[in-house]
């Protein structure tokens, strides 16, 4: 299936969207070669803003949209919870915070030039969870939420949401003790923490996506689809899955197909490895 350009992509409806879901402080080091063993690289550029697929994912509707999208995450108490807090206040996102006592967690992106990066995370991930005491009672209000990390109780609460799409990250185990079924089940067909048997599930998801980079990737039901091809060089490949899946909810909550949604999650991801970073300077607004 190959993607749909996008002025043959209806405008999108007043929408009313949500992500739960997790932030990393992420360093973002452009180099001139990602490490290795015994050598050293050398940084062109640097650049720190608060990332991870939760905050990724929300910015990204934010922008599709043009509306202010509702993000229920998770940070600690310290100067990097506070800095995150800002910055996605900054970047238009609504805020629902369960505030923690450990460390925010932090992150090292290296980027070489041709965009494959490498990334190490430092300290445990932090996450929302049912029993903070955060406004759940808002969640059958939404059109669409997208879950990247939460327990098992949560994925129960946000299934009163009309769909609900959520990341393999969340835990094969804590997906199948919510028992319920998801309207879309999408991850990385490349990344070893995003893999898992569907045979494992408890209920089949109604679509369920593995994505593979510039290769596209595979729907069930639907078969393989083409990703869209980049028009300028490929600066930094971090995120890109994140905002595939922004863009495949999205269009999902606006009522479109399954081919229409998928389109929009193209655009989304290729246009997240034309730019440094996780977020567009001059942000692209889908009308």
């Known amino acids: 299936m190959k993607p749909l350009d996008l002025s043959n992509l209806e405008a999108l409806p007043k929408l009313k969207l949500a992500v739960v879901g997790h932030v990393e402080w992420v360093k973002?080091?452009?180099?001139?070669?990602?490490?290795?063993?015994?050598?050293?690289?050398?940084?062109?550029?640097?650049?720190?803003?608060?990332?991870?697929?939760?905050?990724?994912?929300?910015?990204?509707?934010?922008e599709l949209i043009n509306e202010p999208v509702h993000f229920f995450t998770a940070l600690g108490k310290d100067e990097t919870g506070e800095k995150s807090y800002q910055k996605l206040k900054e970047l238009g996102l609504n805020l629902n915070i369960a505030w923690r006592e450990q460390p925010t967690r932090q992150g090292i992106s290296f980027v070489d030039s041709k965009g494959e990066r490498a990334i190490t995370v430092i300290g445990e991930r932090l996450q929302p969870n049912a029993e903070d005491s955060l406004p759940w009672d808002e969640l059958t209000s939404f059109d669409g939420i997208f879950i990247t990390a939460g327990d098992h109780q949560l994925i129960t609460l946000c299934r009163q949401s009309d769909?609900?799409?959520?990341?393999?990250?969340?835990?094969?185990?804590?997906?199948?003790?919510?028992?319920?079924?998801?309207?879309?089940?999408?991850?990385?067909?490349?990344?070893?923490?995003?893999?898992?048997?569907?045979?494992?599930?408890?209920?089949?998801?109604?679509?369920?996506?593995?994505?593979?980079?510039?290769?596209?990737?595979?729907?069930?039901?639907?078969?393989?689809?083409?990703s869209v091809e980049l028009k300028t060089q490929v600066?930094?490949?971090?995120?890109?899955?994140?905002?595939?899946?922004?863009?495949?909810?999205?269009?999902?909550?606006?009522?479109?197909?399954?081919?229409?949604?998928?389109?929009?999650?193209?655009?989304?991801g290729a246009r997240c490895a034309s730019y440094f970073g996780p977020y567009e300077e001059h942000p692209w607004i889908f009308s």
């Open 235 to 268: 600066i930094d490949s971090y995120g890109c899955g994140d905002k595939f899946a922004a863009g495949v909810t999205t269009g999902l909550a606006a009522k479109w197909g399954p081919k229409e949604a998928i389109s929009l999650g193209a655009h989304c």
């Open 163 to 226: 769909l609900l799409a959520i990341t393999p990250r969340v835990g094969i185990e804590t997906l199948k003790k919510a028992n319920v079924q998801v309207d879309l089940l999408v991850g990385s067909g490349l990344d070893p923490g995003e893999r898992y048997n569907p045979n494992e599930l408890s209920k089949e998801p109604k679509l369920r996506i593995l994505t593979k980079g510039a290769s596209g990737g595979e729907t069930w039901p639907g078969g393989k689809y083409e």
């Open 28 to 62: 973002f080091i452009a180099v001139d070669h990602l490490p290795k063993a015994g050598l050293i690289s050398h940084s062109i550029k640097t650049l720190e803003m608060p990332a991870g697929g939760g905050a990724l994912a929300a910015v990204q509707m934010r």
